[in-house]
Every structure is written in structure tokens, then in C-alpha cells.
């Protein structure tokens, strides 16, 4: 079975020969054409995983030829092939929709990678456009952003054990989407068509938590005036989300204990066991390895949840994810307030940018609703977000702030190029050597953004 399917366009023959030949080497299924038409006519007949494309054909240039490619086939990956002197032109590409670039003469092992990183994010785009697919099919949830790498990789995570029926232990800060990416995991599931039930554990005192999770007898305390099914059991067959599990009292802990281990419980009241069927998924903002030492979780609890972690980044560390976000905001309160705005000012989205959201997308949700409603005008300006937020104490000196944008704008380049530091310099406008000289200054490693 081949590795993958590429197409490679050229108008040197000799070219295409010799990548031909290396490709089919690495086992993949290598198709080559000379002219943007027979291009064409290849895509509307085969499904390509990859194309690669020279950017200065003979009757058009490469990236009218990548767009015409991609209206048949949206999610087909293009590398571009150019001349060291037309650098600018191949990130005019990147921007209009190619994968990467590489410049001629280029190196045998670099193309082979490029195309497996290509390969892998055509991948993970499409378990990403499924898990999607099917959280908007059961909740409408279109807002799991996941341009940044990190949440990538936790839906990648989703994709693989979704499928299982281990317990999942989500930890991250208030604000992240816990929750969400619970109902992913159960919407992915076998057990997509069966209950999933959430219950915030820190929302619930502790003499109503145990009748709440397990149910109760008729007459098992005052006021029980008849038998209730317990939460457990509600979500017999389906999924049950335990949120703020470290603020669940010990009592009710040893309780949960015996349904993982047993998969069975008793309702308060009542001597008669039940059994249930159901798949637990558990979150936290709190370190329970830490509450484990202080006597506050129990250790034989936390290592029966702590089967599958996952871990949520905080918004400030996703902040490519902050636009999108913000966008999909603004149309779910347009929607509900029924306002016209159509976007940010420039400065609106360099304040969002640049704040550290210690409440996460929760605040981020928040912000966008207070300045929607405030608005008078069709776009959000910045004077509307984070109005309470600042002050003289944030400012720091032009020295320090200057040092700063720097750090960032280098750190920034250098996953925008993969670690690739000839093509970051490049583009920085800066020689190799000087380039190399910043990075040092700052000590920050290439090798750390390698894709």
C-alpha cells in the first residue's frame, strides 16, 4: 500500500523525473504533469493526498494553478517549488492556501519531510473537521478553534481514545472548555446515542452530592417522599462528566471508587445494589496529586481516573486561537442580539492579542457579549474591550516592551517557518548570522519550534 499520493506539476522534465524517482523510493504513488491543464484534469479524476507545485509555469504561475486545484479538491495539502529570488511570491502562497515552500535547488531529505508534516496535517485536519462534524450534529458547538498547535494535539488525543471506554481525566483552568471537550470524547464515542450527563461537583454540598449521584430510597432522610434515580443511573449506557472532581468530599470519594471498580452502587436508602453501564469522564482545575499529599483526594481514587489525561491549554498560551474565537463570538451575539457588526478594528484584535485572559474563553466569551452590546458602530473598536482591565502597572518601560515584541516576533517566525532558521532570517529581512545572533540573545533554540 502506498505511503500517500502526490501529484508533482513542473515544466522541467528532467525535474520531475528525479522527484519521481525519490518519492517512489519512500513508496508513494507519484503522478507527474507538464501542463496546468492535464493538472487539472488529473485532480478531477484522482484523489491526491499532496501537491507540489513550481511556482513560474509555463502558462500561468503556480498559485493560480493551486487555486483552481484546491476548488476540486479544498483539503488537498500544496507545497510550493520556487527560486531562491522569488521568496516573497512563496509566502504570498502560504497565505493564499499552500502548506509550505521550498526553494530550488532544494534537498532531497527536506522534501521528504515536508511532505510527511503535510500528510500528518491533512490528517489531524480531518479528524479535526470530524470530531466537529459531530459535536455540530448533537450541540451546534462550533467554537473547539483549532489552528494552534496545542489543541491540535488535544483533539488529536480525542480522535484516538474516544473510541475506548477508559476513564479520561481533563485538567486545565476555569474558562478552558472542559466540559466541551468532554461531550467531543462522548460524541465520538460508541455511545454517541446514549445520555451524557455533567454534573459540577463543587455546585452540590456534600448531604445533597451522594443523593444527587447515586439516588435515594423513599423515606432514606427527611423530605425524600419517594424513590429517586441517582445521576449514575441516568446516564446508564451513556457518559457521565464529573466536574471539579477535587472538590467532591472524601465519603462521596470512596463511593465513586466502588462504581469504577465494580460498576455498581447502592442508592442512599436502599440495600439492594445497582449495576450501570457507563463511561466516566472526569475534569479538574485543581493539581489532585498535590491534594492526594495533603489528604484531601484519595490516592487510590486518583490513580483509578488518572487513566487517559488530558490537558487543556489556557488561552494565553493558544493565542493564535483568539481571533477565531472572537469572530465566532461576535456572530453567536449578532445572532442573538440581532446587530450588524462585521468585524474588529485592527487595534481591537491586537488588545485581545496581547491581554493573558486569566478567565480563558469564558472571559474572552464574556468580553465580546459586553462589547457587542455596547457598540454603536458596524465594528468593534478597541476602546469597548477589557475597559476595567488595564492600568499604569501593565505599561512597562520602552527598553523592556521593545526587548519583549522582539522575543515574541522571533519565537512567532520561527514556528511560522517550523524551526527552518535560513527561511525565519528570510523572511525577518536579516542575515543568517545576525538572526542567529538574536536568537542567542535571547536564548531561544530553532530546534524547539521543529515541527
Same mark, same amino acid.
Given at each position: 500500500?502506498?505511503?500517500?499520493?502526490?501529484?508533482?506539476?513542473?515544466?522541467?522534465?528532467?525535474?520531475?523525473?528525479?522527484?519521481?524517482?525519490?518519492?517512489?523510493?519512500?513508496?508513494?504513488?507519484?503522478?507527474?504533469?507538464?501542463?496546468?491543464?492535464? $493538472?487539472?484534469?488529473?485532480?478531477?479524476?484522482?484523489?491526491?493526498?499532496?501537491?507540489? &507545485?513550481?511556482?513560474?509555469?509555463?502558462?500561468?504561475?503556480?498559485?493560480?494553478?493551486?487555486?483552481?486545484?484546491?476548488?476540486? +479538491?479544498?483539503?488537498?495539502?500544496?507545497?510550493?517549488?520556487?527560486?531562491?529570488?522569488?521568496?516573497?511570491? $512563496?509566502?504570498?502562497?502560504?497565505?493564499?492556501?499552500?502548506?509550505?515552500?521550498?526553494?530550488?535547488?532544494?534537498?532531497?531529505?527536506?522534501?521528504?519531510?515536508?511532505?510527511?508534516?503535510?500528510?500528518?496535517?491533512?490528517?489531524?485536519?480531518?479528524? *479535526? +473537521?470530524?470530531?466537529?462534524?459531530?459535536?455540530?450534529?448533537?450541540?451546534?458547538?462550533?467554537?473547539?478553534?483549532?489552528?494552534?498547535?496545542?489543541?491540535?494535539?488535544?483533539? !488529536?488525543?480525542?480522535?484516538?481514545?474516544?473510541?475506548?471506554?477508559?476513564?479520561?481525566?481533563?485538567?486545565?483552568?476555569?474558562?478552558?472548555?472542559?466540559?466541551?471537550?468532554?461531550?467531543?470524547?462522548?460524541?465520538?464515542?460508541?455511545?454517541?446515542?446514549?445520555?451524557?450527563? $455533567?454534573?459540577?461537583?463543587?455546585?452540590?454540598?456534600?448531604?445533597?452530592? !451522594?443523593?444527587?449521584?447515586?439516588?435515594?430510597?423513599?423515606?432514606?432522610?427527611?423530605?425524600?417522599?419517594?424513590?429517586?434515580?441517582?445521576?449514575?443511573?441516568?446516564?446508564?449506557?451513556?457518559?457521565? %462528566?464529573?466536574?471539579?472532581?477535587?472538590?467532591?468530599? #472524601?465519603?462521596?470519594?470512596?463511593?465513586?471508587?466502588?462504581?469504577?471498580?465494580?460498576?455498581?452502587?447502592?442508592?442512599?436508602?436502599?440495600?439492594?445494589?445497582?449495576?450501570?453501564?457507563?463511561?466516566?469522564?472526569?475534569?479538574?482545575?485543581?493539581?489532585?496529586?498535590?491534594?492526594?499529599?495533603?489528604?484531601?483526594?484519595?490516592?487510590?481514587? %486518583?490513580?483509578?481516573?488518572?487513566? *487517559?489525561? *488530558?490537558?487543556?491549554?489556557? #488561552?494565553?498560551?493558544?493565542?493564535?486561537? *483568539?481571533?477565531?474565537?472572537? !469572530?465566532?463570538?461576535?456572530? =453567536?451575539?449578532?445572532?442573538?442580539?440581532?446587530? =450588524?457588526?462585521?468585524?474588529?478594528?485592527?487595534?481591537?484584535?491586537?488588545?485581545?492579542?496581547?491581554?493573558?485572559?486569566?478567565?480563558?474563553?469564558?472571559? #474572552?466569551?464574556?468580553?465580546?457579549?459586553?462589547?457587542?452590546?455596547?457598540?454603536?458602530?458596524? &465594528?468593534?473598536?478597541?476602546?469597548?474591550?477589557?475597559?476595567?482591565?488595564?492600568?499604569?502597572?501593565?505599561? =512597562?518601560?520602552?527598553?523592556?516592551?521593545?526587548?519583549?515584541?522582539?522575543? !515574541?516576533?522571533?519565537?512567532?517566525?520561527?514556528? %511560522?517557518?517550523?524551526?527552518?532558521?535560513?527561511?525565519?532570517?528570510? #523572511?525577518?529581512?536579516?542575515?543568517?548570522?545576525?538572526?542567529? +545572533?538574536?536568537?542567542?540573545?535571547?536564548?531561544?533554540?530553532?530546534?524547539?519550534?521543529?515541527?
Amino acid at each position: 500500500m502506498p505511503a500517500g499520493k502526490i501529484l508533482i506539476v513542473d515544466d522541467d522534465q528532467n525535474l520531475l523525473e528525479v522527484m519521481k524517482i525519490r518519492l517512489e523510493s519512500l513508496r508513494y504513488e507519484v503522478t507527474t504533469v507538464l501542463r496546468e491543464d492535464k $493538472a487539472r484534469e488529473a485532480v478531477l479524476g484522482n484523489t491526491f493526498d499532496i501537491a507540489i &507545485i513550481d511556482l513560474q509555469l509555463a502558462e500561468q504561475d503556480g498559485i493560480s494553478l493551486m487555486e483552481k486545484l484546491q476548488l476540486i +479538491n479544498p483539503e488537498m495539502p500544496v507545497i510550493i517549488l520556487t527560486a531562491h529570488g522569488s521568496i516573497e511570491s $512563496a509566502v504570498e502562497a502560504m497565505k493564499k492556501g499552500a502548506y509550505n515552500y521550498l526553494t530550488k535547488p532544494f534537498d532531497a531529505r527536506e522534501l521528504g519531510l515536508q511532505i510527511e508534516r503535510a500528510l500528518e496535517n491533512r490528517r489531524l485536519t480531518s479528524e *479535526i +473537521n470530524r470530531l466537529k462534524e459531530l459535536l455540530r450534529e448533537g450541540y451546534d458547538f462550533e467554537n473547539i478553534v483549532a489552528k494552534s498547535e496545542k489543541m491540535r494535539e488535544v483533539l !488529536e488525543v480525542v480522535s484516538r481514545i474516544a473510541g475506548t471506554e477508559s476513564t479520561v481525566y481533563i485538567h486545565g483552568e476555569s474558562g478552558t472548555g472542559k466540559e466541551l471537550i468532554a461531550k467531543a470524547i462522548h460524541l465520538a464515542s460508541g455511545r454517541k446515542g446514549k445520555p451524557f450527563v $455533567a454534573v459540577n461537583c463543587a455546585a452540590l454540598p456534600e448531604t445533597l452530592l !451522594e443523593s444527587e449521584l447515586f439516588g435515594h430510597e423513599k423515606g432514606a432522610f427527611t423530605g425524600a417522599i419517594k424513590n429517586t434515580k441517582g445521576l449514575f443511573s441516568q446516564a446508564h449506557e451513556g457518559t457521565i %462528566f464529573l466536574d471539579e472532581i477535587g472538590d467532591m468530599p #472524601l465519603l462521596t470519594q470512596a463511593k465513586l471508587l466502588r462504581v469504577i471498580q465494580e460498576r455498581q452502587f447502592y442508592p442512599l436508602g436502599s440495600e439492594k445494589p445497582v449495576d450501570v453501564d457507563v463511561r466516566v469522564i472526569v475534569a479538574t482545575n485543581k493539581d489532585l496529586e498535590d491534594q492526594v499529599k495533603q489528604g484531601l483526594f484519595r490516592e487510590d481514587l %486518583f490513580y483509578r481516573i488518572h487513566v *487517559i489525561p *488530558i490537558l487543556l491549554p489556557p #488561552l494565553r498560551e493558544r493565542k493564535e486561537d *483568539i481571533p477565531l474565537l472572537a !469572530e465566532h463570538f461576535l456572530k =453567536k451575539f449578532g445572532r442573538q442580539m440581532k446587530k =450588524k457588526v462585521i468585524g474588529f478594528a485592527p487595534m481591537a484584535i491586537q488588545k485581545l492579542m496581547l491581554y493573558e485572559w486569566p478567565g480563558n474563553v469564558r472571559e #474572552l466569551e464574556n468580553t465580546i457579549e459586553y462589547a457587542l452590546a455596547m457598540t454603536q458602530k458596524n &465594528i468593534i473598536e478597541e476602546d469597548l474591550l477589557l475597559k476595567s482591565k488595564g492600568s499604569t502597572e501593565d505599561l =512597562k518601560p520602552l527598553k523592556e516592551a521593545r526587548e519583549a515584541f522582539e522575543k !515574541e516576533y522571533l519565537m512567532n517566525i520561527l514556528k %511560522f517557518t517550523g524551526g527552518i532558521v535560513s527561511k525565519a532570517a528570510e #523572511l525577518a529581512g536579516k542575515y543568517r548570522a545576525d538572526f542567529y +545572533n538574536l536568537l542567542k540573545k535571547y536564548n531561544i533554540n530553532p530546534g524547539d519550534f521543529k515541527k
